[in-house]
């Protein structure tokens, strides 16, 4: 079991850091990509690893969309996103579920609710105009 209080280390640092100033919800790839040129020895293994502890400690967020590669978000508080099925760029929607909303779904079933994610499906504005 991965203990959620590990010490950053300066690969986990410098994800976090790429993560956070990125709105592209960025694959494995792309974060190895980007982090080799400031880190040569970096490998994919590290980047893997790496981003597995921050989602277990809550600090990073994956993004299913449906095209088989892991995408990943830096935004740690609730939000949802809005995925094009055409070109498959994800946005976020900073709007979430009020309070009332999920004390609602929870009243509803017999589970206890810890935490969500809500994800939307359409096409873009960009991909509209085409």
Excluded: W
Aim: charged fraction near 25%.
């Amino acid at each position: 079991m991965i203990s959620k209080n590990l010490k950053n280390t300066e690969q986990r640092k410098k994800i976090i850091e790429f993560l956070r100033h990125s709105k592209d919800h960025p694959t494995a790839e792309m974060i190895f990509n980007e982090l080799k040129k400031q880190m040569p020895n970096i490998s994919m293994g590290t980047i893997y690893r790496n981003l597995n502890i921050l989602i277990y400690q809550g600090k990073v967020h994956e993004v299913y969309t449906g095209d088989a590669k892991r995408h990943f978000d830096g935004n740690p508080t609730p939000h949802s996103h809005f995925i094009c099925e055409r070109c498959g760029k994800i946005y976020d929607i900073e709007k979430s579920i009020s309070q009332f909303e999920i004390e609602s779904i929870q009243r509803s079933i017999p589970h206890h609710i810890f935490r969500y994610k809500l994800e939307f499906y359409g096409i873009c504005s960009e991909c509209s105009k085409l």
